[in-house]
């Protein structure tokens, strides 16, 4: 595993299938995290409570990308930020990605420019299936992932976000 981020030995660190998150997260001298993004961006975030999970293909696969983020870190700008390198890297051979990962990208920064509302949080999962069904390859099917995984985890740093109930336009 690559382990990245808010820990005191970043690195290379080799394991066997079946290890656990959280030794992981020992074996690095990470502390006080919130979140860990397995797989790289177009993988899975975990949160405290599934720190008990295990690397493996039967509970969470990954490609060998280990990213740690600790409390001092906001999972909406994680995201976002996720979400903004995968408008930038979409090749543009299909409609589905080159829009698509333009009108996520433009959509969270509408949440972050205070111009959100519920109806937003409908339109990324319309997003979402629009890509995941549409897109030519990978990139396009996992656009998403690091928003819909930290909506469902961190849903306050999104909720903090909306500052509208009805409709705002960007």
């Known amino acids: 595993l690559s382990v990245s ?6 690195g290379i660190y080799e394991y066997p299938f079946g290890v656990t998150v959280a030794q992981v997260l020992a074996d690095c001298g990470a502390r006080d995290t919130q979140a860990v993004q397995v797989s790289g961006a177009s993988g899975v975030c975990v949160a405290p409570q599934e720190f008990t ?4 293909f039967e509970d969470i696969p990954t490609a060998g990308a280990f990213m740690v ?3 001092t870190r906001d999972m909406f700008e994680v995201a976002r930020n996720f ?7 979409s090749c543009g051979f299909c409609t589905p990605c080159r829009v698509g990962t333009s009108l996520l990208k433009n959509m969270m920064d509408k949440l972050a420019n205070g111009h959100g509302s519920p109806y ?3 339109e990324i999962g319309k997003m979402n299936l629009l890509l995941q069904s549409m ?6 099917h996992s656009a998403c992932n690091p928003v819909l995984t930290t909506i469902a ?4 740093a999104y909720a903090k976000r909306l ?3 009805e409709f705002e336009p960007a």
């Open 5 to 10: 981020g808010d820990c005191e030995r970043p």
């Open 135 to 140: 897109s030519h390859c990978g990139l396009g």
């Open 153 to 156: 985890r961190f849903r306050p």
């Open 69 to 71: 983020f600790d409390h």
């Open 53 to 56: 999970r295990r690397i493996a």
């Open 83 to 89: 979400v903004h390198f995968f408008a930038h890297e």
């Open 163 to 165: 500052a509208h109930e």
């Open 120 to 122: 937003d949080f409908a």
